[in-house]
């Protein structure tokens, strides 16, 4: 229904509908829902269609020992279906525009830190919050067999920015639900395979609630060799088996443009801090800079994690002009596909040779 209304109304934003659909006055909801049944059935059938084929592609991964791994950001789109119809969970105004919003504070990838525009949960109202979660996570199983909880630092505390600010430097951190909220989770839900997204400003608080529930945590090489005081962490020899390695992740450039790009195009660093981490890796893997992919993905496959994990591009060696997303970036993201073409004989043969090398290639 809201993908009906949004339509009939241009595809502006809820809060630029109807008043009265927009607050979801109950004589508002029947008007529109009878004025749009042509439309729902189509969304509907298109959902379906959706479900249906990729049930079948699930069921094709599992038969091969394939499982698949789906991405949960903490928070969802002020402009959704989910605030629309639940707008006493988030922290609005009365005219419906986000009071409160989400981001980080300046970090390695921008220096007033990243405005992301999601509304915050009202944490206090945990029954019903925590049910409307429940469903969110059950719908999220139906699909993918483990779930990485994009932000997970976000359920110790959170970055909080007031929503007419411009960028992400004037907020300020505020605690979350904290442990009682996996709890409840796990009480509806005992099968909870989760992969806790804890990078950023991570503290011992927030390791302690990643290791509380044995979540596995991440460890990215991109970020092994700067100067961060976490980067000794993510150095394959201090690697933990409980743990998912990346070379990088999707808000990375790729692994070939971040070790050749020119200083001030990717980060914050100084040229010089970008000359010695890079002086750092090559003396950390003993080598040259040639096929730097395929030495990062090789230095994943020998880490002792449990699970290792890295793009496409750096697979095929491509530089930043492929890379997926920009953060704190509205334009030009998540367009990248790879064409057939690319997965050459050669790439599945090593791939292929890298998993049994490093002995990855079990389905259990």
Same mark, same amino acid.
């Given at each position: 229904?809201?993908?009906?209304?949004k339509?009939?109304?241009?595809e502006?934003?809820w809060?630029?509908w %109807?008043?009265?659909?927009?607050?979801?006055d109950?004589?508002?909801?029947?008007?529109?829902?009878?004025?749009?049944?042509?439309?729902?059935q189509f969304?509907?059938?298109?959902e $379906?269609?959706f479900?249906?084929?990729?049930?079948?592609?699930?069921?094709?991964?599992?038969r091969?020992?394939?499982?698949?791994?789906g991405?949960?950001?903490?928070y969802v789109?002020?402009?959704?279906a989910d605030?629309w119809? =639940?707008?006493?969970l988030?922290?609005?105004?009365n005219?419906?525009?986000?009071?409160?919003?989400?981001?980080?504070?300046?970090?390695?990838?921008?220096?007033t830190?990243?405005?992301?525009g =999601?509304?915050? *949960?009202?944490?206090q109202?945990?029954e019903k919050? *925590?049910?409307?979660w429940?469903?969110?996570?059950?719908?999220? *199983?139906?699909?993918? %067999?483990?779930?990485?909880?994009?932000?997970?630092?976000?359920f110790?505390? $959170?970055?909080?920015?007031?929503?007419?600010?411009?960028?992400? @430097?004037?907020?300020?951190?505020?605690?979350?639900?904290?442990?009682?909220?996996f709890?409840?989770?796990?009480?509806?839900?005992?099968d909870?395979?989760?992969?806790?997204? %804890?990078?950023?400003?991570?503290t011992?608080?927030?390791?302690?609630?990643?290791?509380?529930? +044995?979540?596995?945590?991440?460890?990215?090489l991109?970020?092994?060799?700067?100067t961060?005081?976490?980067?000794?962490?993510?150095?394959?020899? +201090?690697h933990?088996?409980?743990?998912?390695? $990346?070379?990088?992740?999707?808000?990375?450039?790729?692994?070939?443009g971040?070790?050749?790009s020119?200083?001030?195009?990717?980060t914050?660093?100084?040229?010089?801090?970008?000359a010695?981490?890079?002086?750092?890796?090559?003396? $950390?893997?003993?080598?040259?800079?040639?096929?730097?992919?395929?030495k990062f993905?090789?230095?994943?496959?020998?880490?002792?994690?449990?699970?290792?994990?890295?793009?496409?591009?750096? @697979?095929?060696?491509?530089?930043?002009?492929h890379?997926m997303?920009?953060?704190?970036?509205?334009?030009?993201?998540?367009?990248?596909?790879?064409t057939?073409?690319?997965?050459?004989?050669?790439?599945?043969?090593?791939?292929?040779?890298?998993?049994?090398t490093?002995?990855?290639?079990?389905t259990?």
């Amino acid at each position: 229904m809201f993908r009906a209304v949004k339509r009939a109304h241009q595809e502006r934003a809820w809060t630029e509908w %109807d008043p009265a659909i927009a607050r979801r006055d109950p004589q508002a909801m029947l008007l529109w829902r009878a004025r749009s049944q042509e439309a729902m059935q189509f969304g509907k059938y298109t959902e $379906y269609l959706f479900a249906k084929q990729w049930a079948a592609l699930r069921a094709y991964s599992h038969r091969r020992g394939v499982r698949i791994i789906g991405d949960l950001p903490i928070y969802v789109a002020h402009d959704s279906a989910d605030v629309w119809a =639940n707008p006493e969970l988030f922290t609005l105004e009365n005219d419906g525009r986000p009071r409160f919003i989400a981001g980080v504070p300046p970090d390695y990838f921008s220096a007033t830190g990243q405005r992301w525009g =999601n509304p915050l *949960y009202r944490w206090q109202l945990k029954e019903k919050l *925590y049910r409307w979660w429940v469903e969110r996570m059950r719908a999220t *199983y139906a699909v993918v %067999d483990l779930v990485r909880i994009d932000h997970f630092r976000g359920f110790e505390a $959170y970055w909080e920015i007031p929503g007419s600010e411009p960028t992400a @430097v004037r907020g300020k951190w505020q605690k979350g639900p904290g442990a009682e909220f996996f709890e409840a989770m796990l009480q509806a839900l005992p099968d909870l395979p989760i992969i806790a997204e %804890d990078l950023g400003v991570i503290t011992p608080e927030v390791d302690e609630l990643r290791d509380r529930f +044995n979540f596995p945590g991440m460890r990215i090489l991109q970020m092994a060799f700067g100067t961060d005081p976490k980067a000794s962490e993510y150095r394959p020899h +201090n690697h933990v088996r409980n743990s998912v390695v $990346y070379t990088a992740t999707h808000d990375h450039n790729t692994t070939v443009g971040w070790f050749t790009s020119p200083p001030g195009q990717e980060t914050t660093q100084t040229a010089e801090e970008i000359a010695d981490e890079r002086r750092h890796v090559l003396e $950390y893997l003993g080598t040259d800079d040639a096929d730097i992919h395929l030495k990062f993905i090789r230095m994943a496959m020998g880490s002792v994690a449990n699970l290792c994990v890295f793009p496409f591009q750096d @697979v095929l060696g491509l530089g930043t002009e492929h890379r997926m997303n920009r953060p704190g970036t509205m334009q030009g993201n998540w367009e990248w596909r790879f064409t057939e073409e690319m997965r050459t004989p050669a790439v599945t043969r090593m791939l292929a040779e890298l998993t049994r090398t490093y002995d990855r290639s079990r389905t259990d």
